[in-house]
């Protein structure tokens, strides 16, 4: 399973997002907002947690956070970029 | 998925009561008179308030209505409302004396510093959750003692014109500020704080614009919306919750006192309603502080503006829910 595709699974299953499945999820579209998957601000900070336990990658510079947190696409290459 | 609150209200705003030149005007009596002289002229602004201006009578209502049901009549009112908005008026000038006369002109106490630097060593951060009591600026000044970068959540009004007590020097703030209007509510900021086993400050009694993040707690006899935030956020590592709040102890003393410590096990769970114990123990502490210090609690506005209460469990089903959560 690449990365994007795990992400997506955890993201589903440890945020317990009732009635998405994989396949709803488009990786450019927004992760915050009702536009995109409907995540919200605490929300952000819960998946700072599921991505250091799945993927043991700390987002560290907060600041960088609105880079990151843009799209699947922008977290799925963050996270390879600091994957160990 | 998670428990939103229909109609949050949204009633209360940061903006200063009063003209710009009118806080000048005290900031100036402070710095040549000293807090007894900007007390005296004080009592007399807040006499013409109160007897000349409508609105704060419905500022005022809510609150004293629930805190002092059996006040109904008009004299009774009147002096309760004199005497609360007197109080404010005095935490105001002292907050602006702390920052003009310097720290030296308040007696900071904080009897159970303790415990606070107890819950720190735990090496998960530290929140401290606190409410619109006392003077709770000068408060958050005191826990320098614990030699730990502090964040508080605050935002400012652009309308706001009564300066924080560091505005008064051009000295740095003794505290970091995040700022709950900036991307994603501050939230990735508020995360980072902790993560570092900082200490991040927030108000558990008031919902911040239009956060959805929020519950329903029932609050001296009526439903009342707080935020959910701390609690998820300190789910995030299982953080210690200090609750504190302060209050005047005499002319010039504030007490800082810590009247619970919440654990929140460390989770990731989306639903508002596995909060509701957690946020039942803030709330009861409160309302502890406010049968205590009834005129040192500051919330002017209808808090209770509840028209749907989604989140409405009788006792049987807040016992079962503790015990799911605490097994």
């Known amino acids: ?19 998405v499945s994989i396949e709803d999820i488009e990786d450019d579209s927004p992760i915050f907002g009702e536009s995109g998957l409907g995540l919200d601000s605490l929300d952000a900070v819960e998946l700072v947690v599921v991505i250091q336990k799945h993927f ?27 994957m160990e | 998925m998670g428990t939103k609150q229909e109609n949050v209200t949204d009633d209360w705003d940061s903006r200063s009561v009063g003209k710009p030149w009118q806080h000048r005007f005290f900031y100036l009596v402070i710095r040549y008179g000293g807090r007894r002289v900007a007390y005296f002229f004080m009592y007399f602004v ?30 009774a009112r009147f002096f309760n409302e004199y005497r609360w908005i007197t109080s404010l008026g005095t935490s105001l000038i002292d907050r602006a004396a702390f920052g003009v006369l310097g720290p030296g002109s308040l007696e900071i106490e904080v009897p159970e510093r303790a415990k606070l630097q107890e819950l720190l ?49 051009n000295g740095k703030a003794p505290f970091e500020i995040i700022d709950p209007a900036g991307y994603l509510g501050g939230t990735l900021n ?34 009342i919306c707080i935020p959910v935030t701390p609690y998820r956020l300190a789910a995030m590592r299982g953080t210690p919750i200090a609750i504190v709040f302060s209050y005047k102890a005499d002319h010039s003393r504030y007490i800082v006192e810590i009247p619970g410590v919440i654990r929140v096990p460390a989770a990731v769970e989306r639903n508002s309603q596995a909060y509701l114990p957690y946020t039942q123990e803030f709330i009861g502490c409160l309302t502890q502080y406010v049968q205590e210090h ?7 506005y209808q808090m209770w503006n509840v028209k749907s209460s989604q989140n409405k469990i009788d006792a049987n089903h807040l016992k079962s829910d503790r015990q799911a959560i605490n097994p």
């Open chain 2, 121 to 169: 060593l735990e090496g998960k951060g530290l929140l401290i959750l606190s409410a619109h009591t006392g003077c709770w600026q000068i408060a958050f000044s005191a826990l320098q003692f614990l030699e730990s970068s502090v964040h508080i959540v605050m935002h400012r009004n652009q309308y706001d014109i009564d300066k924080h007590y560091f505005e008064h020097t």
């Open chain 2, 190 to 223: 508020m995360a980072a704080v902790l993560q570092q086993g900082q200490i991040l400050g927030l108000m558990g009694d008031r919902v911040f614009g239009n956060d959805s993040n929020t519950i329903t707690v029932d609050f001296l006899g009526d439903p």
């Open chain 1, 1 to 19: 399973m690449d990365i994007k595709q795990k992400l997506k699974k955890v993201i589903i299953e440890d945020l317990a997002l009732e009635d």
């Open chain 1, 56 to 82: 043991g990658v700390q987002i560290k510079d907060m600041a960088k956070g609105r880079e990151v947190f843009q799209s699947l696409n922008t977290l799925a290459a963050y996270i390879q970029e600091n």
């Open chain 2, 294 to 300: 009834p005129f040192d609690f500051f919330n002017f």
């Open chain 2, 46 to 75: 807040v006499l013409w308030y109160v007897l000349f201006y409508p609105p704060l009578h419905k500022k005022c209502r809510p609150y004293l209505v629930h805190r002092f049901p059996d006040k109904k009549g008009i004299l």
